[in-house]
């Protein structure tokens, strides 16, 4: 599935707990996620053959292991990111509302956002 798919299928609203759950103190800036979230849903995306892949990773500060997906799967534009394919590998248990803000985060912090959205982006980083 698309991700510009998976997030149509969300409402802002169920999306955001997971967001803070994920990026604690989230909640001080609710309605620039709420922004971005508005927007990305309202974009056309540009469709790409490339995949986000959510595989599980070695943490090297814990030795352990966690789920995620290359931080290079965020590093182009907010339309390219959208028309990506959405993967799974082995393991990963993470369902779609789990993948969709993962991916929100991600978007914001790593994609290279829209002008409109600078402002915004520049709360974020107070």
């Given at each position: 599935?698309?991700?510009?798919?998976?997030?149509?299928?969300?409402?802002?609203?169920?999306?955001?707990?997971?967001?803070n759950n994920?990026?604690p103190?989230?909640?001080?800036?609710?309605?620039?996620?709420?922004?971005a979230?508005?927007?990305?849903?309202?974009?056309?995306?540009t469709?790409s053959?490339?995949t986000?892949?959510?595989?599980?990773?070695?943490?090297?500060?814990?030795n352990g292991m966690?789920?995620?997906?290359?931080?290079?799967?965020f590093?182009?534009?907010w339309?390219?990111?959208?028309?990506?394919?959405?993967?799974?590998?082995?393991?990963?248990?993470?369902?779609?509302?789990?993948i969709v803000?993962?991916?929100?985060l991600?978007?914001i912090?790593?994609?290279?956002?829209?002008?409109?959205?600078?402002?915004?982006?520049?709360?974020?980083?107070?």
């Open positions: 599935m698309k991700l510009y798919q998976l997030i149509q299928a969300f409402e802002f609203d169920e999306v955001f707990p997971e967001v994920m990026f103190n989230a909640n001080l800036h609710r309605d620039v996620y709420e922004k979230f508005s927007m990305l849903q309202e974009l056309k995306p469709l053959k490339k986000i892949r959510y595989e599980l990773m070695d943490d090297p500060n814990t966690y789920v995620g997906a290359d931080d290079n799967s590093y182009t534009t339309d390219v990111i959208i028309g990506k394919e959405i993967k799974k590998g082995k393991g990963v248990d993470l369902n779609d509302l789990e803000a993962n991916c929100l991600n978007i912090l790593i994609g290279k956002h829209p002008q409109s959205f600078e402002k915004d982006f520049q709360k974020l980083r107070k």
